[in-house]
């Protein structure tokens, strides 16, 4: 095991940080983190969101078994994940998404099949949640470690800038398409794994809508909704597929017309918005950008675009 990752308490956190303190770790600083420590080969991060503990490095076991869990969690998890997390070893699909809140890019949906033996693969390749792997490249590395898993089934549907516009108009709203492209997935998931008995996605905002749109493909699958659905192995899987496209499209578009289009909608992503089309006219925004996002207005200057 070279990766692992743990929610904590806030006290948790902070005796974690004494423990690492006492053991003679240093301390460097990590955007997003409340603090991040190197010993020799292995690294110990706590991200502020959660707070939760990201562990990397060849002595990563020894650690959470010798450390981590009897000094912190006070509980032993390691190697007894099945017995405490069933449902993530049973057979299910993991659905996940990308660039749902990037201006630039397209709408990636990813899903991947996984049972006990592909999980504990999975686990013991180190993936993750997407949003925790900051390295393009690692990314990659991992997705490339998901499709050489035995029978991990996977699937991703794209949905690129000029379809996603249209497609946004048709459905009327985001949610709406977002179901779409998770029952897309699911079906053709569902087509390769007809035994398969449930998926699994993070919570829509309306639960229905999704349920909805797997009824209308007539798909009678088991559907579990669950907010922070990522820590599900599967879903995390997703998670990792669906960013490695995404980022392949942002490169190789960015390369093509000749301008970085930045991730997220920030100011750099207004100006780069700009530089676009004053390389290459107003119609090239609708090739590279979800113009609905009010950032489209701030690009060309107007007020005729409605908000994200």
């Not at 603090?35 to 292995?42: I, P, T, V, W």
């Not at 592909?118 to 990659?140: C, N, P, Q, W, Y």
Request: glycine letters at 10%.
């Amino acid at each position: 095991m070279t990766s692992y990752t743990a929610p904590l308490t806030a006290r948790q956190a902070e005796t974690l940080r004494h423990v690492l303190e006492r053991q003679g770790y240093d301390f460097e600083p990590k955007p997003h983190a409340l603090f991040s420590a190197r010993k020799g080969k292995l690294n110990v991060t706590v991200y502020q969101k959660g707070p939760k503990v990201l562990v990397q490095g060849k002595d990563t076991g020894d650690f959470i078994r010798f450390t981590l869990e009897p000094e912190v969690l006070g509980e032993a998890r390691l190697g007894y994940e099945e017995i405490l997390e069933p449902d993530k070893f049973e057979p299910h699909f993991g659905i996940d998404e990308s660039g749902k809140g990037d201006f630039f890019g397209p709408l990636v949906i990813a899903g991947a099949y996984t049972d006990a033996t592909i999980t504990r693969r999975l686990i013991e390749a180190g993936i993750m949640d997407s949003k925790r792997v900051t390295s393009a490249a690692r990314i990659r590395q991992l997705a490339a470690a998901i499709r050489a898993t035995p029978g991990c089934t996977t699937e991703v549907v794209s949905i690129g800038p000029e379809r996603y516009n249209e497609m946004h108009t048709s459905f009327g709203n985001l949610n709406r398409l977002l179901a779409w492209g998770h029952a897309r997935v699911i079906e053709k998931l569902a087509a390769a794994r007809p035994g398969c008995p449930r998926a699994l996605s993070d919570q829509f905002a309306r639960p229905e809508v999704l349920q909805r749109a797997l009824r209308e493909k007539g798909l009678t699958i088991g559907l579990e909704q669950r907010t922070k659905g990522e820590s599900d192995t599967a879903v995390a899987a997703a998670s990792i597929l669906a960013r490695e496209r995404f980022i392949d499209w942002i490169d190789k578009t960015s390369g093509a017309c000749g301008v970085k289009l930045p991730l997220g909608a920030s100011a750099a992503v207004i100006q780069a918005g700009r530089e676009l089309v004053a390389r290459h006219g107003r119609e090239a925004l609708g090739k590279a950008a979800k113009t609905h996002f009010r950032t489209t207005s701030e690009v060309l200057g107007t007020s005729a675009h409605g908000e994200m």
